[in-house]
């Protein structure tokens, strides 16, 4: 059975720190990109960042590039999201997903390209 699972969310004052993990089991984790999505209440899901099964590239949304950190550690299987400098419109629930094949690589932060998502940890930044 296919399972990723999300932690570290939280509530948390603007500027400071979270730092989310993505624990990945049931399929070939070192052959997946896994990236992180969110979504913020009455808005679409967006990607945010991924990080490449080939070669470890990164992608960030801008809104979050400087910010927000993606690494992996392949032995544990698990992706993590280090989060600094937030922001109150980082609020939202933040999924982690996998996704396997050319077009995650094109265009790594394209929800519908990922295979297999967590159930998603929420993040909450106060102002």
């Known amino acids: 059975e296919v399972q990723l699972v999300e932690s570290g969310g939280g509530l948390v004052q603007a500027g400071g720190s979270l730092r989310l993990s993505c624990a990945a089991s049931?399929?070939?984790?070192?052959?997946?990109?896994i990236g992180w999505f969110r979504q913020a209440p009455g808005k679409e899901r967006e990607g945010v960042s991924c990080?490449?099964?080939?070669?470890?590239?990164?992608d960030y949304a801008d809104s979050v590039k400087g910010r927000f950190t993606i690494s992996r550690d392949n032995a544990k299987n698990t992706v993590y999201l280090q989060m600094n400098s937030l922001k109150p419109e980082d609020t939202a629930v933040y999924y982690c997903?996998?996704?396997?094949?050319?077009?995650?690589?094109?265009?790594?932060?394209?929800?519908?390209?990922?295979?297999?998502w967590g159930k998603g940890t929420l993040v909450t930044v106060s102002s």
């Open positions: 997903a996998a996704g396997w094949g050319l077009e995650v690589e094109l265009s790594p932060l394209n929800p519908r390209h990922m295979d297999y």
């Open positions: 049931g399929f070939t984790f070192d052959d997946y990109a």
């Open positions: 990080i490449s099964s080939i070669d470890g590239s990164t």
